[in-house]
C-alpha cells in the first residue's frame, strides 16, 4: 500500500501528526522549511530533527511521489523539460524556462488531458486523472532541487486543464503562497484555461491576485469548435461573459493565447474579428507561433502573416505580443508535451 504523501495534507495536519508523536510543534515548521526551502530529498536530511521523528516520517508519509526519469536541456540553457514518474511510468510533465528577470516554472495539473485539443500533442494521450495537489507541488519541488535554485514564476499551462482539477491546483496554490513555505507571490502565478465558464466566475473570487490566461486560439465559434471541441459545451459567448465577469471582481487584466495556424485562424479578419471581440476588456493577446506536433497537419503562419495579425490588433488599440520560442528545443515548447522520452 502507498503511503500518503505529506504535502497532500495540510499545513494544520503536518503539525498535528507531528505534535500527536510527542513531538513539539516547532519541529513541523522545522520539516517545512526543509522541503520547501531547502528542497530535501529525504527525511534523513533534515539534521536538525530528532532521529526518532525522521524515521517516523520516513515510515509513514512519502516526502516525495514523484521521481524525475528524465531531464532534457536546449544548448542555450534556457529551457529544461522534465519528465516525472511514478513507479517508473511516466505521469506528468513541467518545464523550466530562463528569462532576464528570473525563471518560470510551468506544472501540469492532470495525467493526459480530457480537452483534446486539435493542434496539441497532450490532447492525444486521453485523460487519466487528476493530478493531486502533492504531485503538483512536486513537480515544483523537484525542479528546485535539480537545478539548487528557487523557482520565482509558476504558470499552470503544462498537460491537462486546471480548471478541472480545480480543488487540487487551487490548494496547491494555496500552500505554495503561505509566507511559512514557499512564500511564492500569487501575483506572480499564472492559471492558464481553455475557458471554462463556471470555474472562471468561480475563480474570480478566489484569485486573490493570481492572473488568469485563457487559451482562445480563435475569434469564432466555427473556428473554434474546430480547435478546441470543448468549445461546442463552453461556447465562445459564454466564455467571453465569464472572463468579462473575472475582470470586473478582481479588475486585474487578462491575458488571452492566440496559436496562429496557417490558413486557419491568421487572416486579417480573423484580427479584425478577435479586436473587436476584446475591444471592452483591459487585456494582453499574446500571439504564438505553432510548434511542430507529430502527427499533425498544421504549419506555423507565415513571419509576415503574424506582423500583419499583430499589426491589426495594435491599429485596433489592443495590446499585443508574440511570444518567445522557447522550450522547442526540448518538446517542451506550447502544445508539444506528450509524456516521453525523447
Known sequence: ME???????????????????????????????WIFKKFAS???????????LRDYMAQNLSLSTLSMLACYSDRSQQSRRYLWGLNGMPVAESVLLNYKYGTTGCLSTQV?????????????????????????????????????ERISRLVFMGTGEPFFNYDNVMSAIEMLSEASTYDMSRRKITISTVGIPAEIRRFAHDSAGVRLAVSLHAPSNDTRNMLIPVNEVYPLNE?????????KVTGQRVTFEYMLLKGVNDSSEDARTLAR??????????????????????????????????????KNHVKVTVRRRLGIGVKGACGQLQRAKR
Open 42 to 52: 529525504s527525511y534523513e536530511e533534515m539534521s536538525d530533527l530528532p532521529k526518532d
Open 112 to 148: 493526459g488531458c480530457p480537452v483534446g485539443c486539435s493542434f496539441c500533442a497532450s490532447g492525444k494521450l486521453g485523460f487519466e486523472r487528476n493530478l493531486t495537489k502533492g504531485e503538483i507541488i512536486d513537480q515544483l519541488i523537484g525542479m528546485c532541487r535539480h537545478t539548487r
Open 239 to 247: 466564455v467571453m461573459s465569464s472572463v468579462r465577469y473575472f475582470a
Open 3 to 33: 503511503k500518503p504523501h505529506v504535502l497532500d495534507l495540510s499545513l494544520g495536519q503536518i503539525e498535528k501528526t507531528i505534535t500527536q508523536q510527542g513531538f513539539q510543534r516547532y519541529r513541523a515548521q522545522q520539516l517545512i522549511e
Open 277 to 314: 471581440l476584446v475591444s471592452d476588456l483591459d487585456c494582453l493577446v499574446n500571439l504564438i507561433p505553432w510548434n511542430p506536433v507529430p502527427g499533425v497537419d498544421y504549419e506555423a503562419s507565415e513571419k509576415s502573416q503574424v506582423h500583419n495579425f499583430k499589426g491589426i490588433l495594435e
